[in-house]
């Protein structure tokens, strides 16, 4: 397979959030169910860049916009896990960033699963591409991995 994604370790990671499982995450065969995996990134992404000062979900004139995501699962996690979602930065374009982010399960070493997820910086009303500016750009290249 082309493009495989390999398991990571959290040293491996520049910033860490935490997240919560809830019961309700885990589905028929007991585990966490794999749609919310790319929840967990979604969080983890804009948590970052929330508290960070970097995006206003509600005011903001530029929003980031889903463009790509996956997941490769290497070790089923479950409630009542709790979960650090490791994020680093693999690329950044004119508009768009390529997030990095390995889930760690529990006190684990090696990620339970790996995934990326591309935005693409948009006006929010145009909903058209824009240049990711200085103080994004300075805060993603401190993530590059």
């Not at 397979?1 to 959030?17: A, N």
């Not at 169910?33 to 530029?62: C, K, M, P, Q």
């Not at 995501?69 to 490791?86: K, L, M, N, V």
């Not at 699963?113 to 805060?139: L, N, W």
Request: hydrophobic residues 35%.
């Amino acid at each position: 397979m082309t493009g495989t994604i390999e398991r990571t370790r959290r040293e491996d990671y520049k910033r860490f959030q935490a997240i919560s499982t809830r019961w309700m995450d885990n589905d028929v065969y007991g585990h966490v169910n794999n749609v919310v995996y790319y929840s967990w990134f979604d969080t983890a992404v804009n948590r970052l860049l929330v508290v960070n000062g970097l995006l206003d979900i509600h005011e903001g004139e530029v929003i980031g916009l889903v463009a790509e995501t996956g997941c490769r699962y290497f070790s089923p996690t479950a409630f009542p896990d709790e979960i650090q979602a490791g994020v680093r930065v693999a690329h950044v374009g004119t508009s768009s960033v390529r997030y990095e982010i390995g889930l760690f399960r529990n006190k684990e070493d090696e990620a339970a699963a790996v995934g990326h997820f591309v935005h693409v910086y948009v006006d929010r009303e145009t909903k058209r591409p824009v240049p990711v500016d200085d103080k994004m750009r300075g805060f993603l290249e401190s993530l590059r991995g």
